[in-house]
């Protein structure tokens, strides 16, 4: 079964003269436990295909069904249970004043768990952080530890769909290692479907099973990664890309 | 031999801080001449302290010290600060990371490149205008004239790291320090201005330093490679060979790369060796 269905997705930012459509007619689906992935350059639409599905983009139309229902313009509670996303920027994304207890805490409480406590422990356990991190602010953790607590905070939840907004690009190549096994792990323990976004074809080469190519807000191709790898890309707009990455 | 036009030895940048003296750069030494010199290593490494304190880019409570930095065999050190004024610009310039930060958002562009080429040079306005134009056409920006008119909002990513090497390169400058010119680009056009860049450092006849965390894009565009590692140089390598290195960090950094061509099940992480911040920094003097 899908876990995610996108059809005919348009976004827009602005009216009448000042419309900018960011994204036109998008379709495309992915199966529960599979990991996709959106590549383009910036300014494509692939970030804001992530926003108008939890609904940070207010402005758009077309159909999107997670798990099987169909999302309107307000969004249930179980949707925020089933879906969540992790950012791009780990230094911008964590609330500056609040330790790491109080973000995966305060989390957990709204989305109405009793055992906080024994949850927290066992979040930080499973991004790899430990029990040293638990009362620490943002400002007193690297780049690498601040974008696992956001990946904590997105698994508090308990998510069966986690969407991933360039998780590593702001982070050094030897991290950037790190969280990715760290999401591959996750997804193969928790059976997560991904919908992660990224300018590097590599890594979406190295993460994901399935990949769609976007220029203009328009998607030009969907392809797999065996079909990446063979570099036979169809479209010539993906070729260039390919050749611009190996 | 090549003549060198930078020689930089035993080059320290200190912070004191409140746990004592923090080292950001630790005894490095290298020498540049007409060529492409990549500085690689991870954020904190100090490759880009290194770049800014031949510049004396940095100001006080920071401490550079160094047993030269010599321009053609001019020591920048022993230089006042009104001297070094001359240095900057003129005969070594530097691109930032993000031309967001370094263009000055209230100028039109054409205001700032020609006020860049009237503080070196006594050009008048229409004469500064033309030398702009041609510049900017050097960079391959379409419709400069409308360019010239614009404020830097106006101007996308690509474009203004362009605008940026246009104006850095227009006094004609000696060496070119770029501070990871393309990271906040995309891909494709990331290509772009590093094509640019070379064709103008080759035509020119110029040294280039190029700072940058990206192990592939140095192997490709630079001659000679120096890998930084907690302020200290671990390995000089030319760039072609990069992929044979031999120094446990650079290897780790290279297997920590996924690669379209080679898949894995798991990438490797890096295992860090408390030894490489303690050995001697190697030097990349010629």
Same mark, same amino acid.
């Given at each position: 079964?899908?876990?995610?269905?996108?059809?005919? @997705?348009?976004? +827009?930012?602005?009216?009448?003269?000042?419309?900018?459509?960011?994204?036109?007619?998008?379709? /495309?689906?992915?199966?529960?436990?599979?990991? /996709? %992935? @959106?590549?383009?350059?910036? %300014?494509?639409? $692939?970030?804001?295909?992530?926003?108008?599905?939890?609904?940070?983009?207010?402005? +758009?139309?077309?159909?999107?069904?997670?798990?099987?229902?169909?999302? %309107? $313009?307000?969004?249930?509670?179980?949707?925020?249970?089933?879906?969540?996303?992790? /950012?791009?920027?780990?230094?911008?994304?964590?609330?500056?004043?609040?330790?790491?207890?109080?973000?995966? %805490?305060?989390?957990?409480?709204?989305?109405?768990?009793?055992?906080?406590?024994?949850?927290?422990?066992?979040?930080?356990?499973?991004?790899?952080?430990?029990?040293?991190?638990?009362?620490?602010?943002?400002?007193?953790?690297?780049?690498?530890?601040?974008?696992?607590?956001?990946?904590?905070?997105?698994?508090?939840?308990?998510?069966?769909?986690?969407?991933?907004?360039?998780?590593?690009?702001?982070?050094?190549?030897?991290?950037?290692?790190?969280?990715?096994?760290?999401?591959?792990?996750?997804?193969?323990?928790?059976?997560?479907?991904?919908?992660?976004?990224?300018?590097?074809?590599?890594?979406?080469?190295?993460?994901?099973?399935?990949?769609?190519?976007? $220029?203009?807000?328009?998607?030009?191709?969907?392809?797999?990664?065996?079909?990446?790898?063979?570099?036979?890309?169809?479209?010539?707009?993906? $070729?260039?890309?390919?050749?611009?990455?190996? | 031999?090549?003549?060198?036009?930078?020689?930089?030895?035993?080059?320290?940048?200190?912070?004191?801080?409140?746990?004592?003296?923090?080292?950001?750069?630790?005894?490095?030494?290298?020498? !540049?001449?007409?060529?492409? !010199?990549?500085?690689?290593?991870?954020?904190?490494?100090?490759?880009?302290?290194?770049?800014?304190?031949?510049?004396?880019?940095?100001?006080?409570?920071?401490?550079?010290?160094?047993?030269?930095?010599?321009?053609?065999?001019?020591? =920048?050190?022993?230089?006042?600060?009104?001297?070094?004024?001359?240095?900057?610009?003129?005969?070594?310039?530097?691109?930032?990371?993000?031309?967001?930060?370094?263009?000055?958002?209230?100028?039109?562009?054409?205001?700032?490149?020609?006020?860049?080429?009237?503080?070196?040079?006594?050009?008048?306005?229409? &004469?500064?205008?033309?030398?702009?134009?041609?510049? !900017? &056409?050097?960079?391959?920006?379409?419709?400069?004239?409308?360019?010239?008119?614009?404020?830097?909002?106006?101007?996308?990513?690509?474009?203004?790291?362009?605008?940026?090497?246009?104006?850095?390169?227009?006094?004609?400058?000696?060496?070119?320090?770029?501070?990871?010119?393309?990271?906040?680009?995309?891909?494709?056009?990331?290509?772009?201005?590093?094509?640019?860049?070379?064709?103008?450092?080759?035509?020119?006849?110029?040294?280039?330093?190029?700072?940058?965390?990206? =192990?592939?894009?140095?192997?490709?565009?630079?001659?000679?490679?120096?890998?930084?590692?907690?302020?200290?140089?671990? &390995?000089?390598?030319?760039?072609?060979? =990069?992929?044979?290195?031999?120094?446990?960090?650079?290897?780790?950094?290279?297997?920590?790369?996924?690669?379209?061509?080679?898949?894995?099940?798991?990438?490797?992480?890096?295992?860090?060796?408390?030894?490489?911040?303690?050995?001697?920094?190697?030097?990349?003097?010629?």
């Amino acid at each position: 079964m899908s876990m995610l269905t996108v059809e005919n @997705l348009n976004v +827009w930012f602005g009216s009448n003269r000042d419309r900018v459509d960011a994204v036109i007619g998008a379709s /495309f689906e992915i199966p529960r436990g599979e990991s /996709f %992935g @959106l590549v383009g350059e910036s %300014g494509s639409g $692939k970030s804001t295909i992530l926003r108008a599905i939890t609904g940070l983009a207010p402005d +758009w139309s077309g159909a999107i069904t997670v798990d099987g229902q169909q999302i %309107g $313009k307000v969004r249930p509670k179980t949707f925020f249970k089933t879906v969540q996303m992790v /950012f791009q920027d780990p230094y911008a994304s964590l609330h500056p004043r609040h330790s790491v207890d109080q973000v995966l %805490g305060e989390t957990l409480h709204l989305h109405g768990f009793k055992d906080i406590d024994s949850r927290v422990v066992k979040l930080l356990d499973d991004v790899g952080l430990g029990q040293k991190f638990r009362f620490r602010y943002p400002h007193q953790l690297s780049g690498g530890q601040r974008q696992r607590v956001a990946i904590a905070r997105a698994l508090a939840p308990e998510p069966a769909l986690l969407l991933l907004d360039e998780p590593t690009s702001a982070l050094d190549v030897s991290v950037q290692a790190e969280i990715l096994n760290l999401l591959a792990d996750l997804r193969a323990d928790r059976g997560l479907t991904y919908l992660m976004v990224s300018h590097d074809l590599s890594v979406v080469g190295h993460m994901c099973d399935r990949l769609a190519v976007m $220029k203009d807000g328009e998607i030009v191709e969907v392809l797999d990664v065996a079909a990446l790898r063979a570099m036979e890309a169809a479209h010539p707009y993906s $070729k260039q890309l390919l050749e611009a990455s190996v | 031999m090549m003549t060198n036009l930078l020689d930089v030895e035993n080059l320290w940048v200190k912070f004191p801080t409140r746990q004592g003296v923090f080292d950001a750069v630790r005894g490095v030494s290298f020498t !540049l001449g007409r060529e492409r !010199l990549g500085i690689v290593g991870e954020s904190g490494s100090g490759k880009s302290m290194t770049g800014r304190a031949i510049l004396r880019l940095i100001r006080p409570p920071g401490i550079v010290e160094a047993d030269q930095i010599a321009l053609e065999g001019v020591d =920048l050190m022993q230089k006042s600060e009104k001297d070094m004024r001359a240095v900057r610009g003129q005969r070594i310039s530097m691109v930032m990371q993000d031309p967001k930060f370094s263009l000055n958002p209230v100028m039109t562009i054409g205001d700032q490149i020609m006020e860049a080429y009237r503080l070196h040079s006594k050009a008048s306005k229409s &004469e500064a205008y033309a030398k702009s134009l041609e510049m !900017l &056409e050097a960079v391959s920006i379409r419709n400069p004239e409308r360019v010239m008119r614009a404020y830097p909002h106006e101007m996308s990513g690509g474009m203004g790291q362009r605008i940026m090497i246009a104006m850095m390169l227009i006094p004609n400058p000696e060496i070119l320090i770029a501070d990871e010119p393309t990271s906040a680009l995309d891909v494709s056009v990331q290509r772009q201005v590093l094509d640019i860049m070379d064709r103008l450092v080759k035509e020119r006849g110029m040294g280039l330093i190029f700072i940058s965390h990206d =192990l592939n894009l140095v192997a490709d565009f630079c001659d000679r490679v120096l890998i930084m590692y907690a302020g200290r140089i671990v &390995e000089v390598c030319d760039a072609d060979k =990069l992929h044979e290195a031999q120094h446990p960090y650079t290897r780790g950094l290279l297997n920590s790369l996924p690669r379209l061509d080679a898949p894995r099940k798991r990438l490797e992480v890096l295992q860090r060796d408390p030894q490489w911040s303690t050995a001697p920094s190697v030097s990349g003097r010629i």
